[in-house]
């Protein structure tokens, strides 16, 4: 099989200046680049650069697709709206963890499967994916969570290891989260077991009228520093770096915890995860069994149908049989043997002997066919 390998980067709080493009532009010729993406599929040779230092210098995302199975997303977030120290509590395993420069926090999820061989295509992927970023901003930490399963599914975790506090929602992924889940290829028993000890996802925006009774709190000095970050900045980050200062204020007056009722180990997790994988298993064969029993119900009710159709009318279905066998052609033969096994039933009906008198007096009178005999053997005439 040939080799593929897909690169994209996304830029999204700030476009690529005309010199950014024309640097990254040094290390292909054939990629797509705009001043917000670069994009380049390889089926041979390699993509030039570093991931690590285009996320640092230029990009907010990034997606790797190879079809021997590796799967990278990375993320940059300013680390004002994602702290690093909260970010390793999930993510400080071998496939997920957590780099800070420049003050910027930047996730990599990675998933390899060893099989591989499998038929990918880029194009669409990191668009299904980019919200998970947005999500973070907001101070979601489901997306961590998700990394720190990753790294339990695959073994990067001791089993006596307690896993970090449980973030709301996990019953209710939204779809970038549900298409990271599926790209990392969490074992949706893990994330079902996982999911058990998480609380249901609530409204939590601040109301304009939480806003104002929040803000008057805040010092003087600091008032004055957010505005001049929001008129200087003009990028968005201050209002959702805001809205997260909020939601925290307001979870520490009203002593809000996003931790697990009964902390779980790792080894607690996967063992629950195979229960319910063993369950889901059962499950399945018993409908599996069911619908065998079923199709053999209406299999024998239509046979019977057709055999009750056919009595009566024996003598000119062996005069069908002749005439097929007279051309000796092997798909009349085929044709000719299945009447005759539908005779031999209707004749098993009636306990009747003159069936297989009438097969010999074939047999006999065409034993110079030998692929008409073969199959009249392997249908046990």
Known sequence: MSEYQYYEFQAIDRPLTETEMIQIRSYSSRARITPTSFVNEYSWGDFKGDPDAWMEEYFDAFLYLANWGTHILKLRLSARLLNADTARLYCAGKNAWVREKNGKVILTFQSDDEEGGEWIEGEGELASLISVRAELARGDHRALYLGWLLDAQSGGLDDDEIEPPVPAGLRQLSASLESLADFLRIDTNLLDAAAAASAPLADNEPKPAEVRQWLPRLPVSEKDALLVRLIADNNGL??????????????????????????????????????????????????????????????????????????GRELAVWKQV??????????????????????????????????????????????????????LQKAGL
Do not use: C, N
Not at 292 to 306: D, L
Not at 354 to 374: C, M, N
């Open 238 to 311: 201050l209002a959702r770096e805001l809205l997260q200062k909020v939601k925290r204020d307001r979870g520490a007056e009203q002593g809000a915890s996003t931790a697990a009722s009964k902390t779980r180990t790792v080894g607690e997790l996967l063992r629950q995860a195979e229960k319910a994988a063993e369950e889901r298993r059962r499950i399945a064969a018993k409908k599996a069994a069911q619908d065998k029993a079923r199709r053999e119900r209406e299999a024998a009710i239509a046979r019977a149908k057709h055999l009750d159709a056919l009595a």
């Open 322 to 375: 002749e005439s097929l066998i007279a051309t000796k052609q092997p798909k009349s033969y085929d044709h000719a043997v299945t009447l005759l096994v539908d005779l031999r039933d209707v004749a098993e009906r009636k306990d009747s002997s003159g069936f297989q008198r009438r097969v010999e007096e074939l047999r006999a009178a065409h034993a110079r066919k030998p692929t008409l005999i073969a199959r």
